[in-house]
């Protein structure tokens, strides 16, 4: 009840090409999706987020994609960059809930090649 | 830029060695969460506090951790004894409760490794 699928567990993209992520949870009382990027050696930071009442998000190259009936969600990392290689988080939690926490997905080790 | 702060940054020691990590949440945050990250179970939550009281602890060894946040300023987490298997990098993060989002701060964390 409380998992958060994610996929793939790794991918190659090019340098201007479309980083795409899939997220799939199953708890249909999250309320709120963060997506954490993560570079070697440093913590987690929060990139972006959405409510289930939007169903897209658009932070610069880096979008959001939110399917409710279908409980899935998505970034998207346009005109991907070098830069931009790094492990990415997909995360899920209800806000409402007293001590709300995170559930994290399993992460995607994304590689830009110049 | 205030920041969350974690030492040691490295640890090595001996199975059956206490380890002690420490971390020091931004000020004003009022939770506090640790987090285990292998490679094999990816993020994993050990722990949380909110404005110091611990909430959940159900994800953590209770027969060799415990998470304690004696003050405002810091929070600890301890491994006694520590076995190989603990070997991994652990985060504090830190955040507000908030209805409309949810904002965790992770500081750098520290890699121990036990042999």
């Known amino acids: 009840q409380q998992q958060v699928k994610q996929s793939p567990q790794s991918l190659i993209v090019q340098k201007g090409g479309i980083s795409i992520i899939n997220c799939a949870y199953e708890?249909?009382?999250?309320?709120?999706f963060p997506w954490y990027q993560q570079f070697p050696g440093k913590g987690p930071a929060l990139l972006i987020a959405?409510?289930?009442?939007?169903s897209e998000k658009k932070e610069g190259r880096f979008t959001i994609s939110f399917n409710k009936s279908a409980k899935q969600f998505s970034l998207h990392i346009m005109d991907s960059q070098p830069g931009d290689s790094a492990t990415y988080f997909c995360?899920?939690?209800?806000?409402?809930?007293?001590?709300?926490?995170?559930?994290f997905g399993g992460g995607t080790r994304v590689l830009v090649k110049p | 830029d205030a920041r969350v702060t974690q030492t040691p940054r490295h640890k090595v020691t001996e199975m059956g060695q206490e380890v002690t990590m420490r971390c020091q949440p931004i000020?004003?945050?009022?939770?506090v969460f640790w987090y285990r990250q292998t490679m094999m179970q990816g993020l994993e939550l050990l722990a949380y506090?909110?404005?110091?009281?611990?909430?959940?602890d159900s994800g953590m060894p209770k027969d060799r951790f415990s998470a304690e946040m004696p003050d405002a300023t810091l929070a600890t987490l301890k491994i006694q004894p520590s076995e190989p298997r603990d070997s991994a990098v652990y985060f504090c993060?830190?955040?507000?409760?908030?209805?409309?989002?949810?904002?965790?701060?992770f500081g750098p964390g520290t890699r121990l490794t036990v042999t």
């Open positions: 993060a830190s955040g507000w409760d908030r209805l409309e989002r949810l904002e965790q701060y």
């Open positions: 708890n249909t009382a999250f309320d709120y």
């Open positions: 959405i409510r289930p009442d939007v």
């Open positions: 995360a899920a939690t209800l806000l409402k809930a007293a001590g709300n926490k995170l559930t």
């Open positions: 000020l004003g945050h009022n939770t």
């Open positions: 506090f909110r404005n110091r009281a611990p909430l959940d």
